[in-house]
């Protein structure tokens, strides 16, 4: 059933990225938006924006790394599904979940920290698609979308950094 939503919510993407191409007076969409920097202003946004993504998938692994390797629900290098684009806008969705219940099953996180996370997580998602919308609803969705992903991306550090101090070793009396 998920992949059947994967491949479902990777067609609707697609369609709206490419609407540019079949409603032109919508608007030009992203493309449009980089075209609009010129060259090389164009190519410096998309490898600003590659780099902080990359850098974003590195903070999400490394925090799959610090979690016991039993309580993980997915491998560390799985979040660079990250880049595969158009079918990332979905994934980001199960790369948050994966992790969240990485880190419940783990347990050395509260369960409002990681519900916070989640939510966070799902928010910066749902916002990312909404940002493909032509328009201020796009424009919106877009800004809210950073918005979230930056403090995602702080308490992914957080808990990171929290989970990697070495825990007291239990000693038998």
């Known amino acids: ?24 007076h919508w608007g030009s969409g992203i493309l449009g938006e980089i075209a609009a920097l010129g060259m090389p ?50 994934e980001d969705f199960s790369i948050v979940r994966t992790v969240s219940a990485s880190l419940a099953a783990d347990g050395r996180a509260t369960s409002g920290f990681v519900q916070k996370w989640a939510v966070l997580g799902y928010g910066w998602c749902a916002f990312q698609i909404l940002s493909l919308f032509p328009g201020a609803a796009g424009y919106a969705g877009g800004a809210v ?18 989970l990697a101090i070495p825990q007291p070793a239990a000693h038998n009396l």
Do not use: D, E
Request: net charge positive.
């Open 1 to 24: 059933m998920r992949a059947i939503i994967k491949i479902l919510g990777t067609v609707l993407v697609s369609i709206l990225l490419t609407y540019p191409l079949w409603a032109p």
């Open 41 to 90: 202003g164009g190519l410096i946004a998309i490898a600003v924006f590659f780099g902080l993504v990359a850098l974003y998938c590195r903070a999400l692994q490394r925090t799959m790394t610090v979690v016991r390797p039993q309580a993980r629900a997915a491998a560390p290098a799985s979040v660079w599904w990250m880049f595969v684009i158009p079918y990332n806008f979905v």
């Open 145 to 162: 979308a950073l918005l979230l992903w930056a403090a995602h991306w702080i308490m992914t550090v957080q808990v990171s950094r929290r």
